[in-house]
């Protein structure tokens, strides 16, 4: 059995930065990748950042040079800085891991998942 459990969301004003963890759970759960998605209301979930067990990185062009993603495998942790954050990043936040491997093309498609956790809310005011 995976559990993801999100945290660290919250409110802040436009320009301000947030840090999220996202604690992996499950013995035997060792996958090949783990990202961060969001959906705002109304909207499409879509993919943010993503972190193979290699460490390559993989962003939305959206978050680019604003958002990383790091993980610590010690202690089966995964992150994400979100710096100079806008009001247009406000959603609710997930992370998600896969059940094997998955091709580099696919990666922030939420699609491509199947273990999620139960997200955390971020909200940017301007």
């Known amino acids: 059995q995976v559990q993801l459990v999100e945290s660290g969301g919250g409110s802040v004003q436009s320009g301000g930065s947030l840090r999220l963890s996202c604690a992996a759970s499950?013995?035997?759960?060792?996958?090949?990748?783990m990202g961060w998605f969001r959906q705002a209301p109304g909207k499409e979930r879509e993919g943010v950042a993503v972190i193979t067990m290699d460490g390559r990185t993989k962003y939305a062009d959206s978050v680019k040079g604003r958002f990383t993603i790091s993980q610590d495998n010690a202690k089966n942790t995964l992150y994400l800085q979100m710096n100079s954050l806008q009001p247009e990043d406000t959603a609710m936040y997930y992370c998600?891991?896969?059940?094997?491997?998955?091709?580099?093309?696919?990666?922030?498609?939420?699609?491509?998942?199947?273990?999620w956790g139960q997200g955390t809310q971020v909200t940017v005011s301007s």
């Open positions: 499950g013995s035997t759960y060792s996958p090949y990748c």
């Open positions: 998600a891991g896969p059940a094997g491997y998955r091709s580099w093309w696919s990666l922030l498609l939420p699609s491509a998942y199947n273990y």
